[in-house]
C-alpha cells in the first residue's frame, strides 16, 4: 500500500511543478509591427536621361512607389522602377518601361537594407520633365 500512496504522490508533485512552470503572461510578438515610412522625391529628367534615388528600408515589409506627377503632361510615358542598391547602382527587381502619372510598383523587402527607385527617358522627352514620386517602406 505505500508503495501504490509513494507513486500517487509522486505524480501529484511531478503535475503540480509542471502547473507552476506555467505563467498567465501574453508572450511579446517576434515581429513586431514595422515603423512605416512616406518618402517623397522630385527631379527631372531630360532626353536619354535617368535619375535614381536610394532609401533605406529599416526592416521587411511592403514597399509601395506611386509616380505622382509628371510635368509638363502627367501623359507622359516613362520609365519607372524598383531595386536593390548596391553601393554603386540601382539592380532593378521591378520596372514600368511604360509608366505614366499614378503608375504604381509594389514589392516586398525581406530584410532591412538599401532599395532605390529610378526614373528615365524612354525615347519620348524632347525637352525636360520634372517629377514627384512617392515611396512608402518599412
Do not use: K
Not at 508503495?3 to 503535475?15: D, E, P, S
Not at 509601395?64 to 501623359?75: F, G, I, K, Q, Y
Not at 510598383?105 to 527617358?121: E, F
Request: proline share 4%.
Amino acid at each position: 500500500m505505500l508503495r501504490v500512496w509513494t507513486t500517487r504522490l509522486l505524480l501529484v508533485a511531478l503535475v503540480g511543478g509542471a502547473v507552476a512552470g506555467c505563467d498567465d503572461e501574453t508572450p511579446t510578438s517576434p515581429n513586431p509591427t514595422p515603423i512605416v515610412v512616406t518618402e517623397t522625391f522630385t527631379g527631372s529628367i531630360g532626353q536619354n536621361d535617368a535619375q535614381t534615388h536610394q532609401f533605406s528600408a529599416g526592416s521587411s515589409g511592403a514597399v509601395v512607389a506611386t509616380l505622382r506627377s509628371l510635368v509638363p503632361d502627367n501623359a507622359l510615358v516613362v520609365g519607372f522602377s524598383l531595386g536593390n542598391w548596391n553601393g554603386t547602382a540601382c539592380q532593378i527587381v521591378l520596372a514600368n518601361d511604360e509608366a505614366t502619372a499614378g503608375a504604381i510598383l509594389n514589392g516586398t523587402v525581406s530584410a532591412a537594407g538599401n532599395l532605390c527607385l529610378r526614373v528615365h527617358d524612354v525615347g519620348n522627352i524632347t525637352n525636360r520633365a520634372a517629377y514627384t514620386v512617392e515611396v512608402v517602406h518599412p
